[in-house]
């Protein structure tokens, strides 16, 4: 019903936001992200007035941050996290991250007492699977092919014109595909 997935990301030092050395702004697309960074404090996350917030780190602590498919199933009671990870300080850095999710093939349904009218039944935009919800996002938003199998998307780079594989696809916030991430899953 559920699973868990390890990734960990190392990039160098970039100089500023725009030469984006590290993961672009983006929500995650699972149930919710436990992440553990290191001394560097590269992670920051988008405020409701949309300043960036450096998260600071704190030596033994984990960020969880809220994913898509939780907010779907609590009726945007919680919110996704948007965050990102610009590495700025001239050392190398180094994530770890968890991420939870539902079974690809669950129904994502509302979690009744999140519901605002307290209906069991979702609108039908939501009324699909996670597989579905992924694969409508790669073709439709990201213009990609979806691989099932892998559950992964195979999009253009918009500034390379290469092709790269997406896993989970989710959209930056520009609306681009975050494809910028250097990582090994496990």
Known sequence: MSSGQRRECAFSTSHSVDEQNGIGADTDVECFTIVTQDSSGSLEVLSKSGHWIKVDPIPGAIVVNIADCFMRRTDDFFVSTINRAINKSGMHLKTATILFALSSTVLAEYITVFHASC????????????????????????????????????????????????????????????????????
């Open 119 to 186: 209906s069991p039944a979702p609108p039908a935009a939501y009324n699909d699977s996670l597989r579905n919800w992924r694969q409508r996002i790669c073709e439709t938003e990201l213009k990609g092919s979806y691989y099932d199998e892998d559950d992964q998307c195979q999009v253009v780079d918009p500034v390379t014109a290469d092709t790269k594989k997406v896993y989970h696809p989710t959209l930056g916030a520009a609306g681009q595909p975050n494809i910028k991430t250097r990582c090994t899953w496990s």
